[in-house]
């Protein structure tokens, strides 16, 4: 079967190696792709939201699944798109339809949701542009620190963790006045603030059965010993030492149970994948946000634990027989580390030659913000490669990860050296 992947990042290069591997996969189109999805399929030039390009595309080559990578287009409808359309709807798309992708494109929504299936998640309150007086008395309420969060996607960077009483007045004055996060904060919900381990679960599911993929961890701060600027994600680990037994059992029946069932209860089709993060508090699991679709630099490190032919788990998707598919997850660790541009996350550098590749070792490098010219692999997203090794322990698998890392080389490379040394 023909197969098209929509995205441009280390995610969509993780899908795509695994995609190809498997025999129930003729033809794999990757759109856009970078520099490294190539090996494994066909870059097709189609912006992820250029709908009608997508429709024109996947009625010329005969595509019979469509995988959606990033949340933008599941926001925006992409799978109604095609529900709507006689010559697409037999066409599957994996990834929510827009009602179930509010889950991510709205704080709002998925806090209302969990708090309608009892799903433990931190108190918070939502406030507006109208409503900023209540929101300052809620704020003087609401304790230290604080958490103010854009309703809708920001492109990761709407989420702020005020220390001061001051400074959260300041900042929900801009995000809801000034529209610090544009029409992102047009909504700002006030959280509070859960003291813990953060932690992402990934969940497959075809509506009525789920499949729980390998858990991981990331690192957003630019810094080692996590300090600095939020990221899009600088590396990640799985499995999670701490996941497991009792608390993966916690998990399980607090949150991904009432995750699914509620979405039924309301009526609201979900074939995909739901990223739960989560935040362990004391043995406890929290939830702090849903995505509609895997994380990234997470599916990295994921995919190179699941051994099952992820292609017939993506049928077991479309086809609504989840539960007769088997998932066999490797005994291995994965260990993730990311190589970002100079500058980032700030104004970042692009362009820039990327050599060394090839002298990798024992890792797999997977491309994020690169493309080709000529015959030179160049930098063109802060974000640059994903290094992912998979070995016997966690130790061993950072040790060649980060070894493997340091043999590439472009002006500005840079990566976290600590990835994983907080579980160690």
């Known amino acids: ?165 001051e400074e959260a007045q300041q900042e929900l004055t801009e995000m809801l006045t000034q529209a610090k996060f544009g029409d992102a904060s047009s909504k700002v919900v006030i959280e509070q603030f859960l003291q813990g381990i953060e932690l992402s679960v990934f969940v497959m599911t075809d509506g009525n059965s789920y499949k729980i993929l390998p ?75 849903y995505n509609c679709r895997m994380g990234d630099p997470e599916t990295e490190s994921v995919m190179s634990r699941i051994e099952s032919d992820f292609v017939d788990l993506l049928l077991g998707v479309a086809e609504g027989n989840l539960i007769e598919k088997q998932l066999e997850i490797s005994n291995l660790t994965a260990a993730t580390v990311v190589c970002v541009a100079g500058g980032y996350p700030g104004e970042y550098l692009k362009n820039k030659v990327i050599s060394g590749i090839e002298n990798v070792r024992d890792s797999h490098v997977f491309h994020a913000g690169t493309s080709l010219d000529g015959e030179d692999v160049i930098t063109t997203g802060g974000r640059v490669l994903a290094i992912t090794s998979l070995q016997n322990n966690m130790f061993e698998a950072l040790q060649h990860a980060t070894a493997d890392a340091s043999r590439i080389y472009y002006d500005g490379v840079y990566f976290r050296k600590d990835i994983g040394f907080d579980l160690i």
């Open 1 to 165: 079967m023909n197969i098209l992947l929509l995205g441009s990042g280390g995610r969509e290069s993780a899908f795509a190696w695994k995609i190809s591997q498997s025999t129930k996969c003729g033809q794999l189109f990757i759109a856009p792709g970078n520099a490294g999805t190539g090996r494994y399929g066909t870059n097709v030039n189609l912006k992820v939201t250029d709908f009608e390009g997508i429709k024109a595309f996947a009625l010329a080559n005969d595509i019979k699944m469509v995988l959606v990578g990033p949340e933008e287009p599941l926001v925006k409808g992409i799978h109604d798109f095609f529900l709507a359309d006689e010559q697409l709807k037999n066409i599957p798309v994996i990834g929510p339809q827009q009602e179930a992708a509010q889950l991510e494109g709205s704080k709002d929504f998925s806090k209302r949701f969990m708090e309608r299936h009892n799903i433990p998640t931190a108190a918070s309150q939502t406030f507006t542009r109208d409503t900023l007086q209540d929101g300052f008395t809620y704020l003087a309420t609401a304790g230290l620190p604080v958490v103010l969060k854009a309703d809708g996607l920001a492109a990761g960077k709407g989420v702020l963790i005020c220390t001061t009483l």
């Open 215 to 289: 858990e991981a961890k990331d690192y957003k701060r630019i810094g080692e010993g996590d300090t600095g600027l939020n990221t899009g994600g600088m590396g990640s680990v799985s499995p999670v030492p701490f996941a497991e037994g009792d608390f993966m059992q916690k998990v399980e029946e607090r949150i991904i149970i009432p995750t699914v069932e509620g979405l039924k209860q309301e009526g609201i089709p979900y074939k995909g994948f739901i990223f739960i993060g989560l935040m362990n508090c004391d043995g406890d699991p929290y939830t702090i946000e």
